[in-house]
């Protein structure tokens, strides 16, 4: 196959010009095969630097699904956000492999929730090299709830503090304000958009919140009685609403048959008729009491990850939210 070169500019030596390329070409492919192939991508690497300004997105590395979303939509095009869970992995109980050591120790920003919500999180760090890596805790200067566990002092799986605090969209409008602030430290030029992405994510916020006030306004019932442990609590408080759950906030507890006795004696004495539980968690306990109070089971999703069916179907934070509203008013009776 022939290979013809054009040179930019002609004068009266074209003719002797394009003859010695064409004797001199085959050589010069010859010498550029024999360059080691190492060598030959570091120059066009710098070549391609040299030809233009190449920015590298931010990398951020989430350790729950509604930090992954508030960080994808802060960051936008200027950042590659990826979530440290994989579908379905319950944070309490999931444990890192070797890969995850170096996908952290590759990212520029690690954004966690903090107050004990992800134990294993500590040791993880520890192991990336250099044992730092640059994070945010969300939970960081924030009011939390106090625990209130049935399994007795120092026994709760997460601690003295409540950390679901995604559950109360006012608190989440804080957590976005700080993603947007420390993006703009690792990423100068990219504050403008930061911000801008960040004051459209916390409009979206105080819709949701203002939906869920207006929503849960005429309800019938507020006891959000739950077959599970006790992830709704700030949503609970933010509302007006009263959670009951069968062991408190230890997502490891098992629920002891005097347990189960009062809060059927519970329901009957208020009338409850419909009991939540989560979608992480197999709705076995959930149907017995239902069962025992003539009653029903709707589904609530506590949002710390995704089912991988979820995720296929790119099922996002405000999706899940806005079902949980619609089986609140559903479970409680609203108008």
Known sequence: MGISLELGCRDGHDATKNRWIQAALPGIIRGVISIPRAFLASVLTLASLGSGPLEAKVRVMATVFPLGEFATAVAGERGQVDLLLPPGAGVHTWQPRPGDIRRLAECNLLIFIGANLEPWLPGLVKAVPGGKVRSLEATADLSLLEAEDKDGPGESGHGPLDPHVWLDFDIDSLIVRKIADVLSLIDPAGRPEFMANADKLIARLRDLDGKFRNGLAGCQG??????????????????????????????????????????????????????FFENSVAPDLSRTLAREIGGRVLVLHAGHNLTREQKDRGVGFFELMEENLKNLRDGLGCR
Do not use: N, W
């Open 222 to 275: 507020k006891d959000i009685v739950l077959a599970g442990h006790g992830a709704f609590g700030y949503l609970a408080r933010r509302y007006g609403l009263v959670q009951t759950a069968l062991y408190g906030l230890s997502p490891d507890a098992q629920p002891r048959p005097l347990d189960l006795m009062k809060a059927v004696d519970y329901c009957r004495e208020k009338g409850i008729r419909t009991i």
